[in-house]
């Protein structure tokens, strides 16, 4: 077979017809007509190979997707749920409980906690009504509680007794006998001594008709104590209200005068409120301190000017609030010193004169 390509020529000048004239042949559409018409085929196959090769690849996905189907048939979108719970992504209160849920979480408060989750605050108190025993008193603090106890109670829980008894915060008489009960305690006075246990006094003589020989008289005088009045004393407290001066004026007629060194001195002013006016009714006591010679100059009665040493008032006191001029004991401030309308009746502290 011959392969040689014949080159033809691009146009042709003439023609010969059968009227034997000369016409002129349009070459180039023709050509154009035929290249326009093989990219296109070529453009169509192109096409459809992709056309093709993209359904394969859709059907092999489809494949795939079935397979994982077959193998893991169950799953759902809870397999797909991401747990803020575990991941730390969640915004519940330290005293609350996360529970996971499908796309999102929940929040719900601890026991002895109440609120929305996010916020929980303590709620001890009223979910234990019976946390404080004894009466004592349950108080939400901002993370859990505390137990506020009555005077007779101790402990986080207000469960331990106080033994007023080995304590000392019992208000039985020097002469009495204290036992301790559950929440509180009982004052016996001791033999020889009769009276409700916080006031006791001597019954020696009744207890005792034989005690004192040769009609003798069983009894003291105000300065001196003991089976055998062989105890000298140096303090007495008045059994009668009196107004200031009334009260120096029988301290004076037993041989004393209000008390004066004994106030100066903290050590034995202490044994004074804790052995002779703590052991005695609430009250307030005279003693020998005044400014009545020039207003705001404190003076104890023997001329000693009071000093922050020598004396013990608490703060913002004296005040002369309305003319207070006498100095006491004040039982609301602890037995601490305070200034008081001279006319006013209260008992009184009487102090042996040192010789």
């Known amino acids: 077979m ?76 809870a397999d797909l749920d991401m747990d803020e719970c575990t991941s730390g992504t969640h915004n519940c209160h330290q005293h609350a409980t996360c ?15 109440t609120g929305d989750g996010r916020q929980c605050r303590p709620n001890f108190c009223s979910a234990n009504v019976d946390l404080c025993k004894n009466n004592g008193t349950c108080l939400n603090t901002s993370t859990a509680y505390n137990c506020s106890c009555n005077i007779w109670h101790s402990g986080n829980h207000c469960e331990q007794d106080i033994n007023e008894c080995t304590s000392g915060t019992h208000n039985c008489h020097q002469h009495a006998t204290c036992i301790n009960t559950p929440g509180s305690f009982l004052c016996f006075c001791n033999e020889n001594y009769t009276g409700n246990g916080k006031q006791c006094g001597s019954s020696f003589c009744s207890a005792n008709v034989n005690l004192c020989q040769h009609n003798g008289t069983c009894s003291c005088n ?15 407290i008045t059994t009668r209200k ?31 409120i804790t052995n002779l006016l703590q052991t005695r009714p609430d009250a307030d006591y005279w003693i020998g301190i005044n400014d009545i010679e020039q207003e705001g100059v404190w003076k104890y009665i023997d001329g000693v000017p009071t000093t922050t040493e020598n004396s013990d008032f608490p703060p913002g006191e004296p005040n002369n609030d309305g003319t207070e001029n006498c100095g006491n004991l004040r039982y609301k401030y602890g037995f601490k010193m305070n200034d008081l309308k001279c006319n006013v009746k209260d008992f009184a502290i009487c102090e042996r004169l040192l010789s």
């Open 222 to 236: 105000v300065w001196h104590t003991g089976e055998h009045c062989q105890r000298e004393i140096d303090h007495v």
């Open 99 to 113: 529970i996971n849920t499908v796309g999102s979480f929940q929040c719900s408060c601890n026991a002895n906690y």
């Open 242 to 272: 009196r107004n200031w001066a009334n009260a120096r004026k029988y301290c004076q007629s037993i041989g004393g005068d209000l008390a004066t060194w004994g106030m100066r001195n903290a050590t034995v002013r202490n044994w004074i």
């Open 2 to 77: 011959d392969m040689s390509i014949q080159e033809e020529p691009i146009y042709t000048n003439t023609e010969s017809t059968t009227k034997g004239k000369k016409k002129k042949k349009n070459v180039p559409k023709l050509l154009l007509a035929s290249v326009v018409t093989v990219i296109l085929i070529g453009a169509f196959a192109s096409v459809y190979a992709m056309v093709f090769q993209l359904q394969i690849s859709v059907q092999d996905l489809k494949d795939q997707i079935n397979l994982k189907k077959n193998l893991s048939p169950s799953i759902t979108n």
